[in-house]
């Protein structure tokens, strides 16, 4: 093949890299360096002309997942102003994958997608520039986020699913994204406690008030 691919490892997750033809490329995540070599080999066997694709259209996210039985949440946030998405759905012999997408009148634009692939495990390419991926933790998942020029992308792995986001959002709104989308019981928690405390202060006063008749 002629090009020459540089893999490391670092704390469970292996990383490769390369250059062709002036175009940078990476493949990271929390694989074997066999693992990852068998994904390189997987890049450069010949596609055949034979598959077939079924392509869907949803109403929302949590539609898409559901029809997909994909074992993960929809994102519980996104900033307002960006308005409704459009959610398409892939379906292959190997690969399922699902792509909701916004773009304002300001050119604001914000994709999410959810991917979940067969044993091939072909890669992801992400375009991204000369800074290097930043490890951000949230909810116990570890999300590699990543710049190219003024966009920002996020990826990582929940279960066997794959999921980016990616748009030309502040790097905060990035991140609010994925951690309310990682935090889905606060909400609950709070209404539970509020409920709690509304039932104690009902059970005092009739108590009291039990007490002030006797």
Known sequence: MGVTHYITTDHGFCTA?????????MIFGPVTVEEMKQIIDSIYEPISSETSEEKLEFNSIEEA???????????????????????TGTI?????????????????????????????????FIEKDDDPPALYESGGVQHYLVTDHEWRKAVWMQGDIECIISGNIAEEEMKQIIDEWNHPYYILFIVMLLHSISLSVIYKTLREMGGSTS
């Not at 890299?17 to 490329?25: C, G, L, T, Y």
């Not at 997942?65 to 959610?87: C, M, Q």
């Open 17 to 25: 890299a390369w250059v062709r033809e002036n175009i940078e490329a």
């Open 65 to 87: 997942l559901a029809e997909f039985k994909f074992d993960i949440s929809a994102p519980r946030w996104f900033p307002e102003r960006l308005g409704e998405f459009e959610v």
């Open 92 to 124: 292959m012999p190997d690969h399922k994958s699902i792509y909701a997408w916004v773009e304002t009148d300001q050119k604001e634009f914000l994709g999410i997608s959810f991917s979940q692939k067969g044993r091939d495990n072909s890669a992801t």
